[in-house]
């Protein structure tokens, strides 16, 4: 009896540091608990000591602060049963679904069979379908009761449900191009913002009035992108990639204070410029304009160059496309063909058209004919020219 509790008492030690290599990345003994036959039935083509070290490999790259929380283990025969509970954050590529910065928990039950006081079969039994709910792969628990996926490994389930069972923008990336195209249109028209206020002439109040109701729609159109951003970006890149925002934070709250001054400073000069056209007042609007230009430059550069790569990186396709759709739902819809016009003008043709394939069916037949032409005419009477 001594002899099997002693025998009982190694096999579930050997499982155990089987276990702590996943939270440790320490794959050095593998050889001395894994049996060279060894076998996993829910990833059968990773066999071996080295099919091991490639789980454990694959396991700390898809998930950061791993953890298996030990609940029960207990042994009989050549066989020792662990029931865990897995613990961790998605900060890597899992089975093809891109990092969601999530924080997972799973319970899992694992069924190990030893041979020569090392692991060579192991079975799981995982909670997948409360991962992927975790992760965010299906949206609602639950399913059909006949799946077509009994007997296959786990991984392939996973696998299957990434691939095919829920469209594809749940599970790509963020295309952050498009942030590229409104920070093209932001950049030109106020650029040009300056030139058309100083070549306003003095008393010329029509002219006045149709250049500062210019300034009110685009900084609208600035406030919008930025509230787009502080209600849906910052928030979950701050929660999945703190340690990556380190000076990122600080330096946009820099930069929005410096553009909300400066904007403020013009808008108090707007409603007396506009009413009389007086020339000093022009003047001293056009200096704060070409100041909030430069600003304004130097914070979109900033954004493209260090936040976008991290939002390609941590969100979702479906996470990124709301900025957008917010941004839009917000806008008077007597100006969305504008707007998106001013968007096509130098916008890339390409992701103009990813844009429109996520926009509502009406608006995506309709802005393509109307926003050239609304932009065209608008900016001829702006700037005396359709193409600025």
Known sequence: MMKTTAVADLSTRVVRQAFSTFETGDVTDVDSFCHADYRNHEAPE???????????????????????????????????????????????????????????????THWVRMRDSKLVEHHAVRDDLGLLIQLGVISVPGG????????????????????????????????TRDMIVVHTALRREFRLAPGLVRGTPAGDVARASTVAGHLKLMNGLLRLHHAAEDRLLWPKLIERAPTELTGI?????????????????AQALVPRWRSTADAAQRDDLADLLGQLSVVLDEHLSAEEERTLPLAARWLL??????????????????KLPLVFGMLMYEGNPEVISSMLAHAPLLPRLLMPVLGPGAYARYA???HGTATP
Do not use: K
């Open 46 to 108: 990773h066999a071996g000591p080295q099919g091991f070290r490639s789980i454990v490999a694959a396991m700390r790259g898809a998930f950061s602060d791993l953890l298996f929380e030990e609940q029960h283990i207990m042994s009989e025969g050549d066989t020792v049963a662990l029931w865990t509970v897995m613990r961790g954050r998605h900060t890597g590529e899992f089975h093809g679904l891109r990092a969601t910065g999530r924080v997972i928990e799973q319970r899992q």
């Open 144 to 175: 059909p009761a006949d799946a077509g996926v009994g007997g296959m490994p786990s991984c392939a389930v996973f696998d299957a449900a990434v691939q095919g069972a829920v469209p594809a923008a749940t599970t790509q990336g963020a295309d």
């Open 317 to 334: 396709a479906s996470e990124w496309h709301q900025l957008g759709e917010q941004a839009m739902a917000e806008l008077p819809r007597n």
């Open 249 to 265: 934070v600080t330096l946009m709250r820099s930069q929005h204070e410096q553009i909300h001054d400066l904007i403020a400073s």
């Open 380 to 382: 001829r009477q702006l």
